[in-house]
């Protein structure tokens, strides 16, 4: 067992070890750079990791991102794999059929947005965790609470239902008249100006 000092050098190390499972199943892990970090989402779509292209990158390698917020070693590293078969298609076809052909093969499960180990997979997973020795890392808890949405203006008309968003600007105008009807729409929502 091995202690790491960073989470960084700790996913690197899982990545060294993941390279053989992958090459068994016909498959060749690219070089690619691997951190803690939020996707791109931010924390509020519940992406737990992120595989970047080889185009997308100067350096023209993957680049993996694993959320600061997972708290157990085992999900890094099964969300660890889930972004390699992503490097392995290098992004090409996101979650469809390219994508499930490798994660099936590797053992993989479930919907492919969230494809986790399968059983025989988790087993080899728990094994390489203890050659990894502990995730050096303090999950971070973020709060998941949506925005406030306010009832955007809109008006509607009485008589056939037509809908219409309203503009900030146009506001001080009142609603609008119908170009069905030709009556004015009924004001709904938030017209209060911002």
């Known amino acids: 067992m091995h202690m790491h000092t960073t989470r960084e050098a700790w996913l690197v190390a899982a990545v060294e070890l993941l390279r053989p499972l992958f090459a068994a199943k016909g498959f060749a892990v690219p070089p690619c750079q691997v951190s803690c970090g939020f996707a791109s989402t931010g924390t509020r779509s519940g992406h737990v990791g992120?595989?970047?292209?080889?185009?997308?990158?100067?350096?023209?390698?993957?680049?993996?991102?694993?959320?600061?917020?997972?708290k157990s070693a085992y999900d890094v590293i099964d969300t660890l794999v889930h972004e390699l078969v992503h490097a392995v298609d290098n992004c090409e076809h996101k979650h469809g059929?390219?994508?499930?052909?490798?994660?099936?093969?590797?053992?993989?499960?479930?919907?492919?947005?969230?494809?986790?180990?399968?059983?025989?997979?988790?087993?080899?997973?728990?094994?390489?965790?203890?050659?990894?020795?502990?995730?050096?890392?303090?999950?971070?808890?973020?709060?998941?609470?949506?925005?406030?949405?306010?009832?955007?203006?809109r008006a509607k008309c009485k008589h056939c239902g037509y809908q219409v968003?309203?503009?900030?600007?146009?506001?001080?105008?009142?609603?609008p008249i119908c170009p069905k009807d030709k009556v004015e729409m009924e004001a709904l929502g938030d017209w209060e100006e911002m």
């Open 97 to 153: 059929k390219e994508f499930k052909k490798i994660a099936l093969k590797m053992g993989m499960k479930g919907p492919m947005r969230s494809a986790e180990a399968g059983p025989e997979l988790k087993v080899i997973l728990t094994t390489l965790l203890d050659l990894l020795g502990p995730y050096p890392h303090g999950h971070l808890k973020v709060s998941m609470l949506k925005a406030a949405r306010r009832n955007r203006p």
């Open 165 to 175: 968003p309203m503009l900030k600007k146009f506001l001080a105008y009142g609603p």
């Open 50 to 70: 992120q595989c970047w292209s080889t185009k997308s990158a100067s350096n023209e390698l993957n680049q993996i991102f694993i959320s600061p917020t997972l």
